[in-house]
């Protein structure tokens, strides 16, 4: 998804709580009809809303969690009872998990899906099955193929992926050695991202890429692991790295003060977190990409209660993205993005 307008964190959810998005849209605006338990609320009918993220470790995942609740609970004020059922494979890699936790739920009949799809192909076919039972599907965070679903709510990832190359370029001084840490074949968002860095890349031919396709994989020890592998490869080659997600940016720097690099190689990650914040604030990080999954969460919740209901929502929304640097981390207007009120809304 390349074309989303930047739309503040408080306009969007002022739409949200009005009828999601229906002058933020991007593309066309459809109409679903549902039926069976999945019926528009009334009657003091409580709705059964899936919400099924990538993995539910990071902090990443558990911000989209506490959106979600906080979704529920206006609604619940404006007369709208819903119930979010959330539930995720452990690991990230799990794409068969994912697929049966799909086809649990469309087998139940909720009313509703929110999915964070693991591999862009592998959930298509559950997601099909679902438009098939009635059940909408409104995708979040990382894109889906085919068009089976009513409205993808995610960050524009490659705009992130441009932001990073252009601070790391912009540290380096247009000239040096990088690496790229990609995060797992058939992750869209991450694709994208790693798509916008290398892009930006091209535009300075003094900056040479010396490993693009290293995968840091699922988990923070197993992209330790990858980084460690690169760094004893190139070793003082490097002078900048980027890593596209929470878990790669955790074990690139993990792996960086291992070999005693930390400080000394330019360092641009994905995804805050408390401990990356930390990292930025410290020095460690020069540049940190960050979304707001807090706000993905709880408009994905928020999209698919007015398809559930009828209403028209977008076929897409951009929920944010933003470069925060040591120079920047105290400013008022990134701390949605830095310090999403987690605890209030996960008890």
């Known amino acids: 998804m390349r074309n989303f307008g930047f739309v503040g964190v408080a306009a969007l959810l002022t739409l949200a709580l009005a009828g ?15 039926q069976g338990s999945g019926a528009p609320a009334g009657g003091g009918k409580t709705l059964q809303i899936a919400v099924i993220p990538k993995g539910t470790s990071h902090d990443y995942w558990k911000s989209i969690h506490a959106g979600a609740n906080k979704a529920q609970q206006d609604l619940a004020k404006q007369g709208t009872q819903i ?7 452990e690991s990230e890699g799990d794409r068969n998990g994912q697929v049966n936790i799909v086809e649990t739920f469309v087998t139940q009949h909720v009313a509703g899906i929110v999915l964070a799809p693991l591999d862009s192909q592998a959930l298509v076919t559950p997601v099909q099955d679902a438009a098939a039972h009635k059940i909408p599907v409104v995708i ?12 993808f709510c995610a960050t524009d990832n490659e705009k992130g992926g441009e932001l990073a190359g252009e601070r790391l370029a912009q540290l380096l001084g247009g000239k040096g050695r990088v690496i790229l840490l990609p995060y797992q074949q058939g992750s869209a968002s991450t694709e994208g991202r790693e798509k916008g860095f290398l892009t930006v890349m091209k535009k300075y031919p003094g ?26 490869r190139f070793g003082s080659q490097v002078d900048g790295v980027f890593a596209s997600n929470e878990s790669n940016t955790r074990g690139m720097r993990l792996a960086l003060q291992d070999k ?13 977190s408390p401990d990356l914040v930390q990292a930025l604030k410290d020095g460690e990080l020069q540049g940190l990409v960050v979304q707001n999954p807090f706000k993905m969460g709880y408009i994905g919740v928020t999209t698919l209660v007015d398809a559930i209901q009828g209403k028209k929502v977008p076929k897409a929304v951009d929920t944010g993205v933003a470069l925060i640097t040591p120079d920047t981390i105290s400013d008022p207007k990134y701390q949605d993005y830095l310090n999403p009120p987690i605890n209030q809304y996960l008890r």
């Not at 085919?146 to 409205?151: N, R």
Request: charged share 15%.
């Open 83 to 89: 119930n979010v059922i959330w539930k995720g494979t």
């Open 140 to 151: 979040i965070d990382s894109a889906l193929g085919g068009g089976d679903y009513v409205s």
């Open 207 to 232: 900056i040479t890429v010396l490993s693009q396709n290293q995968y840091g994989g699922p988990t923070s020890d197993t992209a330790q692991t990858a980084a460690q592998t690169l760094l004893t």
């Open 20 to 34: 999601c998005g229906h002058n933020n849209s991007a593309g066309e605006e459809q109409t679903v009809t549902t």
């Open 260 to 272: 005693g690099l930390l400080k000394k190689v330019k360092f641009v990650g994905f995804d805050a």
